[in-house]
């Protein structure tokens, strides 16, 4: 990939090509009245690591279980 390319590619993401295992939380904080999230995700198009800011519109109850093991973060 040039540096042109790069540098003029607008990364147009798509759900299709993007995975939760490629992605990375950064941080997760509030601005005035709402909670935002950035990640890091890569480029499916030209593997440049992306930061994506998104803001929290909705909380719902999960029964997801987190792997939160003690020793793990001992």
Known sequence: MTYDYARDHEHELSAEYLYASD????GIYETDDSLQVDVAVICPECSE???????????TSSGTELPLDEDYYD
């Open 23 to 26: 992605a990375e939380v950064l």
């Open 49 to 59: 690591t992306l930061r994506l800011e998104t803001t929290v519109d909705k909380v």
